[in-house]
């Protein structure tokens, strides 16, 4: 065969265009420093993601670990894990809510409403415990169907149903408790153990933790491969690995840390367990795209031939069942149902987490994952200002201008996506 | 492009026919006993002034809003379209004047929107590249699908809007005002768009203002006005036919202004 001329050998062979990078008006980031400036444009353009709440979860740790050493110990931050864990629980199904720009306001009563009805079928009626638990559960399930059928056959706004349902079912549980005033949890029973003591075992702990590094390898690695064999564009094998060992080392040290005295509360790994399959729901499942769809552009996605009022319905289901099961976690946790549970800031800190984790207020956008960061923040400035011995009036005004700080910005940014287009 | 022509394509079946189609709303009657019938493979253009009914058919036969009276025949079958999910699981798909997306969702995300592939797992991978074949098919262009609908201009999301109805092989494709957000370049892509969509066998129900792209593509121009039958007329009426037809008289405020115009023609010819 002929020699390949010089000139010719070099030109290199032209590949045809991935898939998605035909366009050649589109600026596209390559590498690690084309990754970081994307992340700049898109966050000037508004979309913010988890940075307001990571960057003011920073800010508290920083003031209170100046102000107090024993903070960021690590007694301290697995006290503040088992406190996290109920109302973040409650706070997971707000996001649900919010997803499709509706409201629950009742949950507080609702969780309070289910531990008196724990309280009540285990310790006063004898039932089994798993049993009353369940009762909880599928009570609260049918007032989430409840709130769900007023929205979607009588037309009635969210906000005024659940302010109904606030008042009711906190009568209700008054109603439970009358004789008493409060049902004492048995200590040592598995659910009190569950919400006060039981912690993951050291070993187990670091094995969740590899597993999740090395789950988020595979699936990245083998939705790549795939991209790769179909055309279309891929992430460098560099970055998937990074991410991993980035997970790895990151969930690694904390499990760590918290190990050093009392380890990684159950009752904490529930709720994470919660987040992560919420987050998945939302993310990776038609019901979640669904959900999204309805949030944003309600008769975009009637017309599209989505049962809109089958998303309400499991939106509202899900939040009330979320408030029943903080509420039974709640029970847990005190050893007690009483009169006083679910009421005061629970409804607030609940609905509080869900924003200040950065889920709008106007619907279509959020993560499951900001209940989680929320409640740290607020859990994080309680528990701050216990240890500097400080009034509850000073952690409601502090918790009070975190939030209005959240909706500010939660605002902001929205305008500023508009007028960036990525509304 | 591929140039169809008109008299090749031999006019199948009725795919859809309506007869005696009302819509009340209130007192008001938005439509009064529409017939007509779209065969497969032709374009039937719906024309008609402001207010004359076409966008509320449209919503009937999208399964949108349902008729006070009135039989709809798809297939020759009697269908009652309950609901949008109805009207897209016969083959029925429809592209709204206000294009129905959602602008929270990426361009796949809206395309597949209530047809997702792996409803318990949703298939990213193969979702992206049946969009992209589906956009490139329309010569579109869509810098990113994985940006949000709010980034896009107004053509880029006619042209998903477009791509969305073809996902699911339809047999009827209605189109609402689907040029009239367009420029140049791509409302002709979108006329040629009709022309392959027609030439594959589908029905597709046109509505526009613009009489260019009504004439362009059209087999057959249905008349609305105020909500009733105005004449059926073949795509080489005369404008003044089309205009009285549409506006109900052939003295109207669109002849007198083409008087005028003549008139002062004439008067500036006069002068030497």
Known sequence: MSQPQDGVSDTPLLDPPLLDRADVRVKHATGIGGALEAFVTRVRSGDLGFLPVIIGLLIICTVFQILNP????????????????????ISLGIVCVLMVAQIDLSVGSVSGFASALVGTLWVNQGWPVPLAILAALVIGALIGAAYAFLFNWLGMPSFVSTLSGLLAFLGLQLYILR?????????????????????VPGWLAYALVALAAVGVFLTNYRTEQRRKASGLSTQPMA????????????????????????????????????????????????????LTAVGGNPEAARRSGINVRRIYMSAFMICSTLAALGGVLAAARLASAS??????????????????????LFGGRGSAYSALLGIIVIEAISSGLTLLDLSSSLRYMITGAVLAIAVIVDSLSRRSRMANGRA | MNNVSENAVPHGE????????????????ALSE?????????????????????????????????PSAGEIFFAGKPVRLADPSTAIDLGIATVFQDLALCENLDVVANIFLGREQGPWHLDEVSMEIRAWTLLNELSARIPSVREPIASLSGGQRQTVAIARSLLLDPKLIMLDEPTAALGVAQTAEVLDLIERVRARGLGVLMISHNMEDVRAVADRIVVLRLGRN???????????????????????????????????????????
């Open chain 1, 70 to 89: 024993v903070f960021l110990s690590s007694s301290n931050l697995a006290n503040l894990l088992f406190d996290s864990s109920t109302i973040g629980v």
């Open chain 1, 179 to 199: 004789s008493t005033g409060s049902i004492n949890l048995p200590f040592g029973s598995p659910l009190v153990s569950f919400g006060q003591l039981l912690t």
């Open chain 1, 239 to 290: 970055a998937i690995a990074t991410k991993a060992l980035a997970i790895f080392i990151g969930l690694g040290f904390i499990v760590f840390y918290l190990n050093k005295t009392r380890g990684v509360p159950w009752i904490f790994g529930l709720f994470v367990g919660l987040v992560v399959a919420m987050n998945y729901a939302l993310k990776q499942t038609k019901w979640g795209r669904s």
């Open chain 1, 339 to 360: 009169q006083q549970a679910g009421t005061g800031d629970v409804n607030l800190n609940a609905i509080a987490a869900a924003v200040i984790g950065g889920t709008s």
């Open chain 2, 14 to 29: 009725p795919v859809l026919s309506l007869r005696g189609i009302s819509k009340h709303f209130g007192a008001v009657s």
């Open chain 2, 34 to 66: 529409i017939a007509f019938d779209v065969h497969a493979g032709e374009v039937v253009a719906l024309v008609g002034d402001n207010g004359a009914g076409k966008s509320t058919l449209v919503k009937i036969l999208a399964g949108v809003h349902q």
């Open chain 2, 230 to 272: 105005n004449g059926i007329l073949a795509p080489d009426a005369s404008n003044e036919e089309l205009v009285s037809a549409i506006t109900g008289a052939s003295e109207n405020s669109v002849t007198r202004r083409a008087g005028r115009r003549a008139q002062l023609e004439r008067s500036s010819e006069a002068r030497p």
